[in-house]
């Protein structure tokens, strides 16, 4: 894996450890769908970015659309959390800096 590589890995699976707890931390009746959906999503990029890293360069365009589309899915999922108060905006602009840190190191790293 090289270090631009593992950049990437390690980036999504520090957001993973800041969401959990706060994830945690939301009313159980969402935790359980909203909670689970964008854990789930996290952990999903985290394993496609893994399986890419192993592809050729020239293979690895294919998968940005799947990539970009699980973005897209974890941004909303942020933004409807804080939209029905189940994070602070504190923490709703720390996780889309992440996030949006994420998505600029992939575009970069798959054109």
Do not use: H
């Amino acid at each position: 894996m090289q270090k631009e590589d593992f950049t990437i890995w390690q980036k999504i699976y520090d957001l993973l450890v800041i969401s959990m707890p706060i994830i945690c931390k939301m009313p159980k009746n969402n935790r359980f769908v909203l909670g689970q959906q964008t854990e789930s999503k996290l952990l999903e990029l985290l394993d496609v970015v893994a399986r890419v890293n192993k592809m050729p360069v020239a293979e690895r365009k294919k998968y940005f659309n799947q990539i970009s589309c699980l973005l897209d899915s974890i941004q909303a999922r942020w933004q409807l959390a804080k939209d029905l108060k189940l994070i602070s905006i504190k923490q709703y602009l720390r996780l889309m800096e992440k996030t949006n840190e994420i998505s600029k190191l992939i575009y970069n790293w798959l054109k």
